[in-house]
Nanobody
Framework: VQLVESGGGLVQAGGSLRLSCAAS????????LSWYRQAPGKQRESVGT???????NYADSVNGRFTISRDNDKNTVYLQMNSLKPEDTAVYYC??????????WGQGTQVTVSS
């Protein structure tokens, strides 16, 4: 398994970013996947999930602002983040649903939202 996140950066509050996660080493299309984030000094938390047929659900803190999508032909899952807030600042990761801290994790991508 390999998961490579990209697309992070520095953005002002109210701005947008689109993150990508390129997956390899497994049959991408048959797995639900999640985006997670970890802010400094905090535990990693789930941001949202996309099922194999494209159904999504989100944490309350991002619902209505973030959108997860996937492209099974490209083995890639996306996280569109709009109306960003300083509290969205974190390292963002993708992984399987309910991945434990001891599981494999990619390097993540840093998102910093300035006020």
């Amino acid at each position: 398994v390999q998961l490579v996140e990209s697309g992070g950066g520095l953005v002002q509050a109210g701005g947008s970013l689109r993150l990508s996660c390129a997956a390899s080493g497994f049959t991408f299309s048959i797995y639900s996947l999640s985006w997670y984030r970890q802010a400094p000094g905090k535990q990693r938390e789930s941001v949202g999930t996309i099922t194999t047929n494209g159904r999504t659900n989100y944490a309350d803190s991002v619902n209505g602002r973030f959108t997860i999508s996937r492209d099974n032909d490209k083995n890639t899952v996306y996280l569109q983040m709009n109306s960003l807030k300083p509290e969205d600042t974190a390292v963002y990761y993708c992984n399987f649903v309910k991945s434990s801290p001891s599981a494999y994790w990619g390097q993540g991508t840093q998102v910093t939202v300035s006020s």
